[in-house]
Nanobody
């Protein structure tokens, strides 16, 4: 069993930045791909970004390319999501997830991930 705990969310003004963190409880973290998703009120959970086990391969939703950066530190069992130039439409609960399948390409669907964190709220005001 793997536990994931997100942190770093908050309320910011448009144009600001945040760095979200997701800490994993298992050393197996370093073997698996990780993803970030978000869910806005009244909407379905959507893919944001993913990173492979080594950090050498990443994937992003078109809506966040150029503003979001996913990275990981396997020594700390942590994956990060740097969010720059925040927009009101980025307001959502952000979730991290772990994919045990070792699939290629990186997973972009919620059903492909095995473990989820509880989420962290990001609110962007205009």
């Amino acid at each position: 069993q793997v536990q994931l705990v997100e942190s770093g969310g908050g309320s910011v003004q448009a144009g600001g930045s945040l760095r979200l963190s997701c800490a994993a409880s298992s050393r197996a973290f370093s073997s698996y791909a990780m993803g970030w998703f978000r869910q806005a009120p009244g909407k379905e959970r959507e893919f944001v970004a993913a990173i492979n086990w080594s950090g050498g391969r990443t994937d992003y939703a078109d809506s966040v390319k150029g503003r979001f950066t996913i990275s990981r530190d396997n020594a700390k069992n942590t994956v990060y999501l740097q969010i720059d130039n925040l927009k009101p439409e980025d307001t959502a609960i952000y979730y991290c997830a772990l994919d045990q399948s070792l699939r290629v390409p990186l997973a972009t669907m919620t059903s492909m991930y095995n473990y989820w964190g509880q989420g962290t709220q990001v609110t962007v005001s205009s």
